[in-house]
């Protein structure tokens, strides 16, 4: 069980908030357990006299947290740092993996497009965008952002799933975080954003074909313009994948959150690349 002493589920999701900003930032020097519960002493000077059950809540399941989890034992070698890596550094982990993943995706689907020659411009606009607004952006929108906005989210997620259909809270709050990501975030960030990167992208490295003097738009209404032609049949797409798939990630263990979503986010990427990848 992770309550103690008679603390309510609503008494680990206020304590949990108040110290979430405090945590991240020192948890983020933390290398191995040791270093960790040192942080805990912190965290009990920090948060009055609840904080140590919220601590030992937190080491009793360390994927509790949003940053992935710590590691229980100390590493050792080349070889112990690179497997503790992910768990040590979830925040460089996440921008790594996103970045490969977007560049990864558009390859696949260009070679499957049948090219000889790699688009090694579209390539750099995934790429771009996947570093940028998949690995660092999204992440705080993700961690920061929507655990505010839904603090019940991660003491559902790690409930079985005999509590989770009693838990009225956390219920809502799938529901609330799966509503925000397709019908806020996707559609007046993520969208706006990869049309912004990719004129970009294009606007650096096409070829200046236009006549001198010729007036221009500046590069974000050109950007926006043409997200607004596409936009009913890009959010349609989203949203035919996603919801479902948000109600899942949502929903299961924290732990198993981050790869769910980048194998999801490796499919869309490949679905976007192929229908906005050869657009200039």
Known sequence: ??????HSHEDVDQQH?????????????????DDFQVVGIQMKGHGGQRAPHVFDFCLEDSNVMLSGGWPRKRYEGLWGAIVTF??????????????????????IVQKAEGKKEIDWQRNGAFTAF??????IIQWFIYVSLFTRLC???IRFSNLPWAEKLKDRAGQIDLVKQTCLDNFVHYTFCYFPVFYVIKEGINTLTAEKTAARGEPQDPLVS???????????????????????????????PIWMRLPLNHGISL?????LSYLRGNEK
């Not at 908030?17 to 357990?33: C, H, I, P, V």
């Not at 982990?93 to 390859?107: E, F, G, M, P, R």
């Not at 499919?267 to 679905?271: E, F, G, K, L």
């Open 151 to 153: 603090p019940h989210a």
């Open 267 to 271: 499919a869309w990427t490949m679905i």
């Open 130 to 135: 996947g570093f940028a607004y998949l690995g």
């Open 1 to 6: 069980m992770f309550l103690r002493s008679g």
């Open 222 to 252: 050109r950007a926006l313009q043409k997200y607004w032609k596409n936009a009913v049949q890009d959010n349609l797409y989203m949203w035919s994948l996603w919801v479902p798939f948000d109600l899942i990630i949502y929903a299961v």
């Open 17 to 33: 908030g108040q110290m979430s900003a405090f945590t991240r930032n020192k948890l983020d020097r933390a290398e191995t357990l």
């Open 86 to 107: 992910p768990r040590r550094r979830p925040f460089a982990t996440n921008v790594i993996v996103a970045t490969v993943k977007t560049s990864v995706a558009d390859l």
